[in-house]
């Protein structure tokens, strides 16, 4: 086997292993499409279909995920695999809480799209339509 060759299957390989470790990690991120809203009792209005995919093209985990000790993140993006419950927004954010579920969401989503409006960067709904559509009505 020529050199140019082992080279070209160590890099082959190499990109191999890598998508294999790249997938075994896979389980640190949730799905692109997430329903939020669905535990927040006496709702209003709908649930929202939030895009956590196209969020996770622009943003870093912890942009968003917090756990604040001493006005600092201490959260470790590691904790964040699909599943761990501890590390859900209703964790904290219940109706006990300073900051219920309902007012962490807006807090968080409308905050970060106006402020990034602000800066001039392509951003986010909103008002409550743009995040919350009527539900659609029966077809008969």
Not at 9 to 36: K, N
């Amino acid at each position: 086997m020529s050199r140019i060759q082992k080279r070209l299957w160590g890099w082959i390989l190499g990109v191999f292993a890598a998508s294999l470790l790249g997938g075994a990690s896979t389980g640190f991120a949730q799905p692109d499409q997430i329903m939020l809203g669905q535990s927040i009792q006496n709702r209003q209005r709908t649930e929202v279909d939030f895009p956590h995919g196209l969020h996770m093209e622009t943003l870093d985990c912890l942009d968003c995920h917090h756990r604040y000790e001493d006005g600092k993140n201490v959260l470790d993006s590691a904790e964040l695999e699909e599943g761990a419950g501890e590390v859900t927004c209703n964790a904290c954010h219940d109706a006990k809480s300073d900051i219920d579920l309902r007012e962490a969401f807006h807090h968080q989503c409308i905050g970060c799209h106006i402020a990034m409006r602000k800066e001039g960067k392509k951003s986010g709904p909103e008002l409550c339509g743009q995040c919350h559509p009527k539900p659609k009505a029966a077809t008969k």
